[in-house]
T-cell receptor, first 110, second 116 residues
């Protein structure tokens, strides 16, 4: 089983749509969870950390279910500029390295 | 906003040659990393560096690879004898390290290495 698995995509959605990405992780000892965004041939950029209680940042909402080892990202009112690959990222323990999922590609269409 | 700086942005090298990829992490960050991403694949961990020594490395980081922090600001990745399969985007990253692993990384813009 892969350490971090994501919907493969691509997701093609119209502007204004709501889109949800899912991610599962295999290591129950994982401590920290993130969503990163990666534009084509660019570096990953931190979108948001994911907390157990769930958290929201503008149009973006992240949820964590530790029992199911499941993370989600919801994007409301999609913009053209949201088109990118969204990476689910997990940190196993403390200062151990981040583990990346392969990413889900999103295309927002006018 | 502070940045992680990587040079060069693109390096083409012949198989068997040595390459050095350079990074300048953010000045108050304590943890440094090299990751790579083969085209179309996921971002993969290579090595982490803390307190002037390697703290963890992956199976990818074999004897052909080495890292150094020669002068307190630069952080380099050396590949001794490049192979075709080393062609990838190499990302340097750093983080403050005071958040118990919960602080995010800042990535550099990467070096695209092409081995011919």
């Amino acid at each position: 089983r892969k350490e971090v698995e994501q919907d493969p995509g691509p997701f093609n959605v119209p502007e204004g749509a709501t889109v949800a990405f899912n991610c599962t992780y295999s290591n129950s000892a994982s401590q920290s969870f993130f969503w990163y965004r990666q534009d084509c041939r660019k570096e990953p950029k931190l979108l948001m950390s994911v907390y157990s209680s769930g958290n929201e940042d503008g149009r973006f909402t992240a949820q964590l279910n530790r029992a199911s080892q499941y993370i989600s990202l919801l994007i409301r009112d999609s913009k053209l500029s949201d088109s990118a690959t969204y990476l689910c990222v997990v940190n196993k323990l403390g200062n151990t390295p981040l583990v990346f999922g392969k990413g889900t590609r999103l295309s927002v269409i006018a | 906003e502070p940045e992680v700086t990587q040079t060069p942005s693109h390096q083409v090298t012949q198989m068997g040659q040595e390459v050095i990829l350079r990074c300048v992490p953010i000045s108050n960050h304590l943890y440094f990393y090299w990751y790579r991403q083969i085209l179309g694949q996921k971002v993969e961990f290579l090595v982490s560096f803390y307190n002037n020594e390697i703290s963890e490395k992956s199976e990818i980081f074999d004897d052909q690879f080495s890292v150094e922090r020669p002068d307190g600001s630069n952080f380099t990745l050396k590949i001794r004898s490049t192979k075709l399969e080393d062609s990838a985007m190499y990302f340097c990253a750093s983080r403050v390290g005071t958040g118990g692993g919960k602080d995010g990384y800042t990535f550099g813009s990467g070096t695209r290495l092409t081995v011919v």
